[in-house]
């Protein structure tokens, strides 16, 4: 199987990301959003975000096959050099080594920026996120029990981190 291709993403990609991550908000607990987002939506934060917090884009045989982004975390200062992450990549690409390979990306991009600590939110349960945070050395820190409500039910999230400096 091809290696991914991996790159920054660009206004063309928004239709792509947002298609997936409206799957995402409509038919999983994965992602905590329930309003769909549009692309334009998207366009717009990540416009004001691009200097500062990466977004990359995977692709296999010449198609969007997920995206990883960071962001981020709280709101004060002191928090500027911790960037929380995520990533989503097509169902029906699971399991071929997209994940691990977007993910790396990002997580180098964000060393390169300046980033002394990434966390990652995992909605539970999760776990093919979970076996993908652990082998790219992310540590679980604690999970918050039911901080969020989705589907007719209150949800867990556990919380890793990983040390990029």
């Not at 928004?14 to 549009?38: E, K, Q, R, S, W």
């Not at 717009?44 to 975000?49: H, I």
Request: net charge positive; proline share 5%.
């Amino acid at each position: 199987m091809p290696a991914p291709l991996i790159r920054p993403a660009t206004v063309s990609d928004f239709p792509a990301i947002a298609a997936l991550t409206n799957h995402f908000i409509a038919n999983t607990t994965i992602h905590f959003g329930t309003t769909p987002v549009t692309a334009d939506e998207l366009t717009a934060a990540w416009l004001q975000s691009r200097d500062t917090y990466p977004q990359l884009v995977a692709e296999l045989d010449g198609r969007f096959a997920g995206f990883a982004k960071a962001y981020r975390w709280r709101e004060r200062e002191a928090y500027a050099k911790t960037a929380e992450v995520g990533i989503y990549i097509l169902l029906d690409l699971h399991r071929r080594g997209v994940g691990r390979a977007l993910y790396s990306a990002l997580l180098d991009d964000c060393r390169t920026r300046g980033f002394h600590t990434a966390i990652g939110g995992i909605a539970l349960p999760n776990e093919p996120s979970i076996r993908l945070h652990e082998k790219l050395g992310f540590t679980h820190i604690g999970t918050f029990r039911e901080c969020g409500y989705k589907h007719g039910a209150w949800r867990d999230v556990a919380f890793y981190q990983m040390m990029l400096g």
